[in-house]
């Protein structure tokens, strides 16, 4: 299979094209180095002008989806101990976390002093949502890019619960501890406002509704949050805009009692389902629905093009996923 000569695209992935250098088009049109760092230099500058101007807030001042996961787990410590924030981590168990991302889960709400809630949802119900996401496409093409469908469904739910808490709790910041690749430096900071979010709601709470009924508005807005835009967080995502060393990161976390987990894919350092996630998205479109993520953090030098060919290439052990098909009760 032909793969992008600077990063790990594979001719599989959609819209792609390459020169006769054999580099991909996303290379080509990515932005240089050192307009990156400036880019990065705005953003950091832009969220610590936001903190600044909460400071004071009453409460909690942010609201980090805390799923026990290496970039989760340091996005906590920088909230807590480089910024001074008073943090609610929240938790979304969604029957899938590895046990030792939940121990290391408990040593760090702990450790770092931070309150803490867990959000678990019915087992039944999230089940058949992630079987039947994982034998039909949910979502546009465009989404999938980014994640498989299991996960699309995942973290939608996560979403829009930690929404539903900052609004109800009246929390200015909702964090999230992903990598520079999984999303947008440009959507890094980001004001969040009821048509913004009603419209991201919709593209992915009505199918969800058509299939599994009205028992799944549980974990999505409801109207009346969408009448008090004033109490509509931001949006961040700081691990975009500040330094991110993985080797750095592990040495942290090992200082916090945070343990990697053994039993998750290259990809994860929380979730069973990712390894099943990943190999359907595998076999159903023709690459690996991390692919995108590595890619731009091989281009931002922040992942060499080497272990990003690795991740991508580990296939999961025929165990793994027989356990996974049957708790999610697929023959």
Known sequence: MRICSECVLPETFPGISFNRDGVCNFCQSACSSDRLERERAKYRRKFEDLLARHAGTSGYECLLCFSGGKDSAYTLDILKNRYGLRVLALTFDNGFMSPVAQENIGRLVEGLGVDHMVFRPRFDLVRRIFALSATESFYSGKTLQRASSICTSCISMVKSVALMTAIEKGIPFVVYGWSPGQAPLHASVMQTNPSLMKAAQR???????????????????????????????????????????????????????????????????????????????????????????????VRESVMSREEGLRRLSVRPRSEQLEVIRQRLGIG
């Open 203 to 297: 593209s992915v709470r009505e199918p969800l509704v058509q299939r599994f009924g009205n028992e799944v508005d549980a974990y999505f807005l409801k109207e009346h949050h969408f009448e008090r835009p004033e109490l509509f967080p931001c949006n961040v995502h700081p691990l975009a805009f500040l330094e991110y060393d993985e080797p750095t990161i592990y040495a942290r976390l090992a200082e916090l009692g945070w343990v990697r987990p053994d039993d998750t894919d290259p990809n994860s350092t929380n979730c069973l389902l990712n390894t099943y996630a990943n190999h359907v998205h595998q076999q159903r479109f023709g690459y690996n629905p991390y692919a995108l993520e590595i890619a731009n953090m």
